[in-house]
Structure formats: structure tokens, C-alpha cells
T-cell receptor, first 109, second 116 residues
Framework: GQNIDQPTEMTATEGAIVQINCTYQ??????LFWYQQHAGEAPTFLSY??LDGLEEKGRFSSFLSRSKGYSYLLLKELQMKDSASYLC??????????WGAGTKLIIKP | EAGVAQSPRYKIIEKRQSVAFWCNPI?????LYWYQQILGQGPKLLIQ????????DSQLPKDRFSAERLKGVDSTLKIQPAKLEDSAVYLC??????????????FGEGSRLTVL
């Protein structure tokens, strides 16, 4: 079966750095996506990786290793507004999105 | 550019009643998705349309759920009769490309359903 694993919850301190990991087993691979979802709101797109390596976008970076079935989302200079759930999703060989359950990130002052 | 529009935002019904949700995607977006999201879980795909054709409805409980996208633009998701376990947020999303970054979805604000 297809599966995406990510930690249920993480806690970090304002101003610090946090890394949210995602491992996946899917039928084929056509890209990995990270979404941010604030409580009570809809998910919003953060990043996209299809080749191995690091993609940087401001305070957020996303890394992919296709051979290891592994990705991480790195958030730097954490702000209170970064408190949210972060969803990892993989597009399989049929171009269907497989979603993880999300990681709830709690930022403490 | 207007985003994905959904209505109603909130709905409370008794079990065995029916409910309908409406979605208008971003203009020009050919692909439209309906997801069900239960608190603390990732989105679960119910149905995916490409223009007005169904691409995937394998997880749609067809005995009670139905969806249509008649003119390839807006869409309606219906539940009849509702069960307690249908309490969830129903998210509509759209995307503009068939492959590659087709996973870059634009979501509406969602319709929160409570079944009593």
C-alpha cells in the first residue's frame, strides 16, 4: 500500500530552527509537496520538490532524497505565526496525491 | 484573481438528513477536487474531476455521496442520508496543470459539517 509518515506533533521555540521529516512509500513518484494549514483554515501550498536536493524559499526550505523516500521541511527564525499543521503529500505514478496526516507544530515564546 | 469559493461555511444537520456543498474553482482551472478532512487527519480524496469528467472517485461512498460538475466549472457535493461519521470539513480545491505541479492545489475555505 501507499504510505506517508510524519511526526504527529513537534514543539519548538520562537526564533529557533525546526525540521519536520516525512518518509514515503508510494507507487511511483511525480513530486513531493508541503502544505501549511492553520487551525480552522484550508491548506496552503508551501513547496514542491521533484529532484533530489534542497529548495529554499525565504525562511522555509524543503529537501528531497528520492532514493531514501525522504523529505524534510526546515523552518528557520521561527515566528509565533508558524504554529500550524504541516502536511506532506506525494504525487504517485498515476498523478494522484497521497497525503500524510500532518505534523502539528507548536511554537513557544 | 479570485480564489476557490465554497458554501456554506458551516452546516449542522440531523443524521439521515441531506446536505449539499457548492464549489466554484479558480477560473481556468480544469481539475477540481473534493476532500474530506477529519480533525487531526490529512485530507482524504473523495472525487477528482478533470473538466466535467471523473478522474478518480474510488473513495467516494457512492451509496450516500454524489458529486457533479456539469459544465466543467462549478461543482456540487451531496450527502444523503448523512451519518454521524460524516462530520468533517469538506474541502474543495482546484489546480491548473495535469502533470508535474498538478499537486499545487488551491483550496477553498472549506465547509464544516456537523451531523447530530
Amino acid at each position: 500500500g501507499q504510505n506517508i509518515d510524519q511526526p504527529t506533533e513537534m514543539t519548538a521555540t520562537e526564533g529557533a530552527i525546526v525540521q519536520i521529516n516525512c518518509t514515503y512509500q508510494t507507487s511511483g513518484f511525480n513530486g513531493l509537496f508541503w502544505y501549511q494549514q492553520h487551525a480552522g483554515e484550508a491548506p496552503t501550498f508551501l513547496s514542491y520538490n521533484v529532484l533530489d536536493g534542497l529548495e529554499e524559499k525565504g525562511r522555509f526550505s524543503s529537501f528531497l532524497s528520492r532514493s531514501k523516500g525522504y523529505s524534510y521541511l526546515l523552518l528557520k527564525e521561527l515566528q509565533m505565526k508558524d504554529s500550524a499543521s504541516y502536511l506532506c503529500a506525494v504525487m504517485d505514478s498515476n498523478y494522484q496525491l497521497i497525503w500524510g496526516a500532518g505534523t502539528k507544530l507548536i511554537i513557544k515564546p | 484573481e479570485a480564489g476557490v469559493a465554497q458554501s456554506p461555511r458551516y452546516k449542522i444537520i440531523e443524521k439521515r438528513q441531506s446536505v449539499a456543498f457548492w464549489c466554484n474553482p479558480i477560473s481556468g482551472h480544469a481539475t477540481l477536487y473534493w476532500y474530506q478532512q477529519i480533525l487531526g487527519q490529512g485530507p482524504k480524496l473523495l472525487i477528482q474531476f478533470q473538466n466535467n469528467g471523473v478522474v478518480d472517485d474510488s473513495q467516494l461512498p457512492k451509496d450516500r455521496f454524489s458529486a457533479e460538475r456539469l459544465k466543467g466549472v462549478d461543482s456540487t457535493l451531496k450527502i444523503q442520508p448523512a451519518k454521524l461519521e460524516d462530520s468533517a470539513v469538506y474541502l474543495c480545491a482546484s489546480s491548473s496543470v495535469r502533470t508535474g505541479r498538478a499537486g499545487e492545489l488551491f483550496f477553498g475555505e472549506g465547509s464544516r459539517l456537523t451531523v447530530l
